[in-house]
């Protein structure tokens, strides 16, 4: 969400400051203050991104544009050693705008500013600090109090005014003209927002002026947010206590006001975003917090989309899925007026006028291609047929370098022999302005539509016919403008896109919900690419099937590795040039989707081109340096250019490129691509959207059309991105990657055979040892390394990964049957090429309320009302049941047992923990409120039991592991910990994880349990962070990101003592009471003591069968309860994670032959029967019974 901050404050003598000073740190400059001799330094400065002076229009000051003449001016006009030298206003920059674009609208405030105050403004842009929020883009504007000049600075501003002289010559107040100040800078920055197309807004009132009564945040500044992160004391934060309390307060009374900040945001939404927004206005009091969480939670306000749900074979949960009443009726309320105008007839278009449109459309496309053969494709008419047929809405789905524009050329013709006027409109300039030039239609800009409807010009009518192009990047609430719009007036719209490309700008996917709704034509035969097997690669990369796509560029060897971004670059410098001298007809770009890159590659080409001698380099060689939004940049003729903002006067549209063909002072001429040798003179006074234009953003480039496409790849790309980028050119196509970027292999250090954990005592297993860049040193141990160590071979310091390749079973000497891990070593580009896969695979699809209409009608019985035909049968006295929500369903077990209730969800918590594994990438940083949970979690099913070695203690799987999924990289695939099952007495010597070699950071926890032997230090400190989980459950709170990182901490702790050491303390806390007792009643040395006499006896309870036997029947009892009480479908989802854990009791059992002996003589108990079936384990049974149980069930009319 776009944020709004607006403040002033004076620079002034009294409080030790000079406007020299200031300005210098503000942009970054060495500036030397006349009055006292002191020379103020800041070259060194990082993140200041453009620095300018803006003068009054029609001012002649230039000498005002020296940065040290004028504010040593402003410190020698004031004589008072308390005077005020200058007035500084900061804003915030919409994170959401582009650089180009923050840096307009704060040069517009600035000019504003100066035009209103006669004044000089001094305005530099910051960057986001690395240690602060990375959307904290803002401006300082320093002006001078004083009107500036051709001779000086003059009289003092209006600004600078008492209220007392201001009010007697009828001029506004020092605080009325604030507020229209801050007015002027909502209405810029929204209008900037509207004109990048996006759904966003700012708002300059208050929160009281604005009707909520939520205290807002206080703006805290870099330097204060970098302190309160390191814990020191700041002067002031974001909230006091008073204002954090009277917030709970209110969103207890008014919890939709927090949902109405969120959905500024977006429109599908999950607990997470809550708890974000809560954060903002509720301190830190986590009682506060969770009851202020609770009241949002059970607004009226808020709509359910989907519920919590558990995969029952692995245990992941996906959360459940919100939004907001207004925000589903936005949605809906769109959905039906496209359903009412594809019903509703009258713009169709005589079959004759069709058929010569479409006949004039093949003769251009003979005349073009020289083929008297060649014609529009069979996918082409049809398109044009539907979209040219009665209904007052269609939509055209066209994968890229499909032929839309010439589909469309056709379709204008044919609408205007019928009488129709065709208009056009896209979400940027650059679209628009290549809607207008290959279909004829006359286009603008959505943000430009909006505005002439807000006037009254340019409104529709029922003889219009209105064409939105790349209509997969607009956002909900402005599609639904534009479809309530067309409804209204009797006009007929036509939606053409591909969701499957940049995805919208704003809340939502319209599009595709659209075309889900009332169908859609499809062009899918790509007519861009000049290969058969490039075009099959573009269909692949439009239907999701990326690896596919990349597979068949990667073997025919266009895609390359560099081993550094720099190396990546260099290699697209030189095959673009090479390029560009053996076809200098030709066409070509290169992209990149961080802006970085692209600036990169620019500077390395022309670099290139200087040092050929072909391009001018210096003013005395023929090139001019002029100042852009981006900074100082040189041009010569030869270079190429891009435009950045659209602008009518020029005839420029943003994203537009050209070539240069002369510079001169304060100008530059440049021939436009695309125009027929249209030529365009820059005022580089009033247009400085320019930039290099060798290279653009991946965003500048839909719908572009070039010969040779040069693609840098970066881990910040998705499928979406990647598929604009590979499908732009016609010839051919090359992808460039970094290995540094891409690779998380380790650096081989030794291998060979050792004593297990280099303990003499031991006996031999094979090992390897790897070094990550930061020097750390790990281990694996495993029999099948020593075989794919010989396979391949790998050289001392050579970089390598370990892949997990599964395992195969194995019988020991003693008869046990077991398995031994696979093992494969990879090389630095494959693991490389693994991982540029799979992130350029990720999908970034956004959602819609209207994704989750089935699930939501079904849940409340109202699927045929909402036009949705439900699956299930509902009993009819069931349908007067309606919106209780279904996760009270799945806290009734835990009614049940409210003495156990605490002990039971910190174990399950306990067991959630991610695994941690060997597999080379950066741990992920957990989401700030990943901790909170308000609906009962599964315990989900483990693919294998733990394993500890046979000096190990043995650990009974009470309760299923949560199946965690594997991170692949240098030690993919590898468990930590990995215990044989109970049963086992003798097994392979377990693979497992060395510890780094290096000395931990030393820590206040560590400095307490001094003296404690190392099982008692780490017993001490997990005792101390379970007792702080358990009063947090006990109390009602949720459980915290640090507590379950300090937790998580302590488990490692425990198994850098001993491996196994955590299972073991987890396994006691299940059950013994006593060592319970112990840890939330007692405290230091005692609890240390108690904790670890219960492990000892919890080890020794655990070598014995008969007691793994009987806790195995008291928790199936206990679950099968569970199951009883939850019949109805209104109970699945509760009951589908009970029988989640059931068929995990199930699996484990299997792997503990012991347990399963014994239990045969306990049928009855477990509600099999008395009489065994021939050949079948007691596990098998079990999963038959439960088999039958649900299907009876669904035939009785219980579940779905």
Same mark, same amino acid.
């Given at each position: 969400m776009a944020i709004y901050h607006f403040s002033m404050k004076p620079v002034s003598r009294a409080g030790g400051r000079s406007a020299v000073a200031s300005m210098a740190y503000r942009a970054g400059e060495k500036l030397t203050n006349e009055r006292d001799g002191i020379t103020h330094d800041y070259t060194a400065k990082q993140g200041v991104e453009h620095a300018e002076i803006v003068l009054p229009e029609g001012v002649n000051a230039d000498w005002a544009r020296d940065r040290s003449d004028l504010w040593n001016a402003a410190e020698f006009a004031e004589k008072r050693k308390d005077a005020r030298v200058a007035r500084e206003f900061e804003i915030a920059l919409p994170h959401e705008l582009s650089a180009e674009q923050r840096l307009e609208a704060a040069r517009e405030m600035a000019q504003e500013l100066a035009d209103r105050y006669g004044a000089a403004v001094d305005f530099a842009i910051h960057a986001p600090h690395e240690a602060s929020d990375v959307r904290n883009h803002h401006a300082h504007l320093l002006m001078t109090t004083r009107q500036v000049t051709e001779g000086g600075l003059g009289d003092k501003t209006y600004l600078e005014r008492e209220n007392k002289w201001l009010l007697a010559h009828d001029l506004p107040t020092t605080d009325m003209q604030l507020r229209d100040l801050r007015q002027r800078w909502e209405g810029i920055?929204?209008?900037?927002?509207?004109?990048?197309?996006?759904?966003?807004?700012?708002?300059?009132?208050?929160?009281?002026? &604005?009707?909520?009564?939520?205290?807002?945040?206080?703006?805290?500044?870099?330097?204060?947010?970098?302190?309160?992160?390191?814990?020191?004391?700041?002067?002031?934060?974001? *909230?006091? %206590?008073?204002?954090?309390?009277?917030?709970?307060?209110?969103?207890?009374?008014?919890?939709?006001?927090?949902l109405t900040l969120i959905t500024g945001e977006k429109s599908v939404f999950d607990r997470h975003d809550v708890a974000r927004a809560l954060h903002r206005y509720i301190n830190d009091d986590p009682q506060e917090f969770q009851s202020a969480f609770a009241k949002v939670m059970a607004s009226p306000a808020l709509v359910e989309l989907q519920p919590e749900r558990a995969d029952p074979a692995t245990g992941e949960i996906e959360l459940a899925r919100y939004s907001t009443r207004e925000m589903v009726e936005i949605e809906s309320?769109?959905?039906?007026?496209?359903?009412?105008?594809?019903?509703?007839?009258?713009?169709?278009?005589?079959?004759?006028?069709?058929?010569?449109?479409?006949?004039?459309?093949?003769?251009?496309?003979?005349?073009?291609?020289?083929?008297?053969?060649?014609?529009? /494709?069979?996918?082409?008419?049809?398109?044009?047929?539907?979209?040219?047929?009665?209904?007052?809405?269609?939509?055209?789905?066209?994968?890229?370098?499909?032929?839309?524009?010439?589909?469309?050329? #056709?379709?204008?013709?044919?609408?205007?022999?019928?009488?129709?006027?065709?208009?056009?409109?896209?979400?940027?300039?650059?679209?628009?302005?290549?809607?207008?030039?290959?279909?004829?239609?006359q286009s603008r800009t959505l943000a430009s539509w909006s505005r002439g409807w807000e006037n009254d010009r340019g409104t529709l009518g029922r003889g219009d016919v209105f064409v939105i192009d790349e209509a997969g990047m607009v956002g909900s609430r402005q599609l639904a403008r534009f479809v309530g719009e067309a409804e209204a007036r009797g006009a007929k719209i036509v939606l053409v896109g591909d969701h499957e490309q940049l995805q919208a700008i704003g809340a939502g996917a319209p599009f595709r919900a659209i075309t889900e709704e009332i169908g859609h034509a499809e062009l899918s035969e790509?007519?861009?690419?000049?290969?058969?097997? !490039?075009?099959?690669?573009?269909?692949d990369f439009a239907t999701h099937r990326t690896a596919e796509g990349l597979a068949a560029y990667r073997d025919r060897g266009n895609i390359s590795f560099a081993e550094t971004g720099e190396d990546a670059r260099g290699q697209i410098v030189r095959d673009y040039l090479a390029d560009r001298d053996e076809r200098p007809d030709g066409t070509r770009v290169a992209m990149a989707h961080r802006r970085a890159d692209v600036r990169a590659i620019n500077d390395a080409i022309r670099a290139e081109l200087q040092d050929r001698g072909e391009l001018a380099q210096g003013e005395d060689a023929g090139a001019l340096t002029f100042q852009t939004n981006d900074g100082k940049r040189e041009f010569a003729p030869g270079d190429r250019i891009v435009f950045l903002e659209n602008n009518r006067d020029l005839g420029v549209k943003n994203g537009m490129l050209g070539t240069v063909d002369h510079v001169e002072p304060g100008r530059i001429i440049?021939?436009?691509?695309?125009?027929?040798?249209?030529?365009?003179?820059?005022?580089?006074?009033?247009?400085?959207?320019?930039?290099?234009?060798?290279?653009?953003?991946?965003?500048?480039?839909?719908?572009?059309?070039?010969d040779r496409a040069y693609v840098m790849a970066s881990g910040t790309m998705d499928r979406h991105l990647t598929y604009v980028a590979m499908t732009r050119h016609r010839d051919g196509v090359q992808l460039y990657a970094a290995q540094d970027e891409f690779t998380n292999a380790g650096r081989?250090?030794?291998?060979?055979?050792?004593?297990?954990?280099?303990?003499?005592?031991?006996?031999?297993?094979?090992?390897?040892?790897?070094?990550?860049?930061?020097?750390?040193?790990?281990?694996?141990?495993?029999?099948?390394?020593? @075989?794919?160590?010989?396979?391949?071979?790998?050289?001392?310091?050579?970089?390598?990964? *370990?892949?997990?390749?599964?395992?195969?079973?194995?019988? *020991?000497?003693?008869?046990?049957?077991?398995? @031994?891990?696979?093992?494969?070593? !990879?090389?630095?580009? %494959?693991?490389?090429?693994? !991982?540029?896969?799979?992130?350029?695979?990720? /999908?970034?699809?956004?959602?819609?309320?209207?994704?989750?209409?089935?699930?939501?009608?079904?849940? &409340?019985?109202?699927?045929e009302q909402m036009g949705v035909r439900s699956e299930i049968e509902i009993p009819a006295e069931r349908t007067g049941l309606r919106a209780e929500r279904e996760s009270t369903a799945g806290d009734h077990a835990l009614d049940r047992r409210s003495s156990q209730k605490v002990r039971a969800d910190l174990a399950q918590d306990l067991r959630a923990d991610p695994r941690e594994d060997l597999a080379g990438d950066r741990q992920q940083r957990q989401r700030p409120f990943e901790g909170l949970k308000l609906g009962r979690r599964a315990a989900p099913e483990s693919r294998e039991p733990d394993r500890a070695g046979a000096d190990g203690p043995q650990i009974d799987q009470k309760r299923p592991q949560q199946a965690?999924?594997?991170?692949?990289?240098?030690?993919?695939? *590898?468990?930590?910990?990995?215990?044989?099952?109970?049963? !086992?007495?003798?097994?392979?010597r377990p693979e497992r994880e060395g510890s780094l070699r290096q000395a931990p950071a030393p820590d206040r926890l560590a400095e307490r349990a001094r003296g404690q032997s190392p099982l008692e230090a780490a017993v001490d400190r997990y005792s101390r962070a379970y007792q702080s989980i358990d009063q947090h459950r006990r109390e009602g709170l949720p459980v915290l990101d640090m507590q379950r990182q300090e937790i998580g901490d302590a488990g490692r702790q425990l198994d850098q003592v001993q491996g196994g050491m955590k299972d073991?303390? &987890? /396994?006691?806390?299940?059950?013994?009471?006593?060592?319970?007792?112990?840890?939330? %009643?007692?405290?230091?040395?005692? &609890?240390?003591?108690?904790?670890?006499?219960?492990?000892?006896?919890?080890? #020794?309870?655990?070598?014995?069968?008969?007691?793994?036997?009987?806790?195995?029947?008291?928790?199936?009892?206990?679950?099968?309860?569970?199951?009883? %009480?939850? @019949?109805?479908?209104?109970?699945?989802?509760?009951?589908?994670?009970?029988? /989640?854990?059931?068929?995990g009791m199930t699996k484990s059992l299997e792997r503990d032959p012991q347990v399963d002996s014994i239990l045969r003589n306990r049928r009855q108990e477990l509600g099999i029967g008395q009489q065994q079936r021939r050949g079948q384990s007691i596990a098998h049974e079990l999963q038959e019974e439960m088999s039958r149980s649900r299907q009876l069930s669904r035939g009785i009319g219980l579940g779905r």
């Open positions: 920055a929204n209008e900037r927002l509207a004109m990048a197309g996006l759904d966003i807004r700012i708002d300059h009132r208050s929160h009281m002026e &604005r009707g909520l009564e939520i205290a807002p945040t206080e703006h805290m500044g870099v330097h204060a947010t970098q302190m309160e992160r390191r814990g020191l004391d700041v002067s002031r934060s974001r *909230l006091d %206590e008073e204002a954090a309390r009277r917030n709970a307060e209110l969103i207890r009374e008014k919890p939709e006001q927090v309320g769109m959905i039906e007026s496209a359903q009412r105008m594809h019903g509703a007839h009258g713009h169709g278009v005589d079959r004759r006028h069709v058929e010569r449109a479409i006949d004039r459309q093949d003769a251009a496309i003979q005349r073009s291609a020289g083929d008297a053969s060649a014609r529009l /494709s069979d996918e082409q008419r049809r398109a044009i047929e539907h979209i040219t047929g009665p209904e007052r809405i269609a939509a055209v789905v066209g994968y890229a370098g499909a032929g839309k524009s010439t589909m469309l050329a #056709a379709a204008r013709e044919a609408w205007e022999a019928e009488g129709y006027q065709v208009h056009g409109a896209a979400l940027s300039g650059k679209a628009a302005e290549g809607l207008e030039e290959s279909s004829g239609i790509i007519r861009r690419q000049r290969v058969d097997w !490039q075009r099959e690669a573009s269909v440049a021939t436009l691509d695309g125009r027929g040798g249209d030529s365009v003179s820059v005022p580089m006074g009033d247009y400085q959207a320019i930039d290099h234009g060798y290279a653009t953003t991946i965003h500048k480039n839909q719908g572009a059309t070039v081989l250090v030794e291998h060979g055979a050792a004593p297990y954990e280099h303990d003499p005592q031991k006996s031999d297993s094979y090992f390897v040892t790897l070094e990550n860049d930061k020097g750390e040193q790990r281990t694996l141990w495993g029999v099948d390394l020593e @075989r794919a160590m010989k396979e391949a071979a790998p050289e001392i310091g050579e970089k390598i990964g *370990l892949q997990h390749e599964g395992s195969t079973p194995v019988t *020991l000497p003693d008869g046990t049957q077991t398995h @031994r891990n696979t093992w494969k070593v !990879q090389d630095a580009g %494959e693991l490389a090429y693994s !991982q540029l896969e799979r992130r350029l695979s990720r /999908s970034g699809v956004k959602e819609t309320t209207l994704d989750y209409t089935r699930d939501f009608a079904e849940r &409340r019985g109202i699927a965690e999924k594997q991170r692949r990289g240098m030690f993919a695939g *590898l468990k930590l910990n990995a215990r044989p099952a109970p049963s !086992q007495e003798r097994t392979e073991l303390l &987890r /396994s006691t806390l299940q059950n013994d009471p006593a060592t319970v007792r112990a840890m939330t %009643e007692l405290s230091g040395r005692e &609890r240390v003591a108690q904790v670890i006499d219960g492990m000892k006896r919890e080890n #020794a309870a655990l070598q014995d069968p008969n007691i793994r036997a009987e806790r195995f029947v008291e928790r199936w009892q206990e679950l099968q309860g569970q199951r009883r %009480e939850l @019949r109805g479908w209104q109970h699945d989802d509760a009951r589908a994670k009970v029988e /989640s854990q059931m068929n």
